[in-house]
């Protein structure tokens, strides 16, 4: 599945470095050529000899090795390579990748690449959410860097919570993603994605029902198809897709912005079960029990429509725009109505009456509406959903130019 692509590992300085060996293994048992890049810190945790032994290729240390600079520049090195994969990425390496240092052989290859780059976080949980961090990750997902994991879980500090690297296996199947040379190469694809949360004070929001699980296999099918998918998604119960960029929100407004940055697309698929309404005035103090008994009234103000907004025409509309349409009654009928109301290209109907089992569910049966008509799909699982989706995307984006080529 990977034979013949050549990867450059860098492998940071975190006790998630051990995994790198058996990561290396796992690539070069699918055929891919593994190249070594070892941070100074890192070798506190692997030897150079460990990693150079299941790579079967000298490991790159120092920025200064005149010997490799002879051999192999440190610009060739990064160019040379299909994907570069930062595993572990640490906080450190973030910073420095956000912020364009380049002091260090690894740091330096980063910045003289123009070839495509999949991190690996890992961290302690605090170092994970400190705002910095996030800024860091934000920034890097702008720049169309992609990442796997973390994964919540034990970490060898004693803390619990998410942080941990993801698994070899996962981080194979990212790259395998990110290299996919599939119809879908060369085209940058959206998703919305999960609920939205709307604050009604510091404490409470209002949700709905929505795991993300259509989301997350619609990205991860697109993906598999060799598109390059900026996925964003609300809070989320399903697990997030793998070799995509992500980025996370929680209210509507969020995600209408999110949405507008992560244009020009080729084509948006609005998965997401956006809240219609916000609290007015939701504040920064807890809305508390009045001792007689009043109870509070809350007002509410439309959020914006992104599936209109992204639908509208204009320079920067999508070539494809699909929407979901979650009904209870009159589905066709009211899908229908609604692609034209929205200006969408495609809609996606399903019925999610509580006993049809669709929300929170592994499966769906949805009709396609498109100009042509309502074409039902059998019922089957949000994955062959997914796939089946990607395929007719991938056939309907055919010959067309790429969007973001044209605005280049
Ligand atoms: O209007 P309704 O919520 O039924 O429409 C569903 C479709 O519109 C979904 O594709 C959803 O992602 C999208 N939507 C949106 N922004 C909103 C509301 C819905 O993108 N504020």
Not at 8 to 26: P, S
Not at 107 to 117: E, F, K, Q, R, Y
Not at 146 to 169: I, K, Q
Not at 302 to 311: R, Y
Request: hydrophobic residues 45%.
């Amino acid at each position: 599945m990977l034979n013949g692509r050549k990867i450059l590992l860098i492998i940071g300085g975190g006790i998630a470095a051990y995994k790198c060996l058996e990561l290396t293994r796992e690539l070069r048992k699918r055929g891919a050529e593994v190249v070594p890049v070892l941070t100074r810190a890192a070798e506190e945790f692997v030897t150079p000899l460990s990693v150079s032994a299941l790579a079967g290729q000298k490991v790159f240390r120092d920025l200064f090795d005149l010997t490799d600079e002879a051999e192999m520049g440190h610009i060739e090195l990064s160019r040379a390579a299909d994907l570069l994969v930062v595993a572990p990425a640490t906080a450190d390496l973030m910073a420095k990748m956000a912020h364009g240092h380049a002091n260090d052989l690894a740091s330096t290859v980063l910045m003289a690449t123009d070839t495509p780059v999949l991190i690996a976080p890992s961290m302690n949980v605090r170092m994970w959410q400190h705002p910095a961090t996030q800024r860091n990750l934000a920034t890097l997902a702008a720049d169309g860097i992609t990442a796997v994991g973390p994964n919540e879980g034990d970490m060898a500090c004693g803390e619990y919570g998410p942080g941990r690297m993801a698994e070899p296996l996962e981080i194979v199947e990212a790259i395998a993603a990110r290299l996919a040379a599939g119809p879908l190469a060369g085209k940058r694809i959206l998703v919305t994605s999960g609920p939205t949360h709307e604050p009604i004070d510091p404490v409470r929001y209002i949700a709905n029902r929505s795991s993300g699980a259509q989301g997350t296999a619609i990205a991860e099918a697109l993906a598999a198809l060799g598109a390059e998918v900026r996925f964003i998604t609300g809070p989320a119960t399903a697990r997030r897709p793998v070799g995509v960029t992500i980025t996370e929100v929680e209210t509507a407004a969020e995600m209408a912005k999110a949405v507008a940055d992560a244009l020009p697309a080729d084509a948006a698929i609005c998965a997401a079960a956006v809240a219609d309404w916000h609290v007015v005035g939701a504040g920064a103090s807890k809305i508390k029990k009045d001792a007689k008994g009043t109870l509070p009234s809350l007002t509410f103000a439309e959020n914006p429509d992104i599936l209109a907004t992204l639908s509208a025409p204009g320079p920067n509309r999508p070539d494809l725009v699909i929407g979901f349409a979650a009904e209870t009654d009159d589905v066709i009928a009211h899908a229908t109505a609604k692609r034209t109301r929205k200006g969408c290209d495609w809609i996606l109907a399903n019925d999610v009456r509580p006993e049809t089992g669709v929300m929170g569910g592994t499966e769906n049966a949805v009709t396609l509406i498109s100009a042509e008509g309502a074409d039902p799909w059998p019922r089957m699982t949000k994955t062959q959903t997914a796939r089946k989706l990607a395929a007719l995307i991938a056939d309907q984006l055919g010959q067309q130019t790429n969007k973001t080529d044209k605005i280049q």
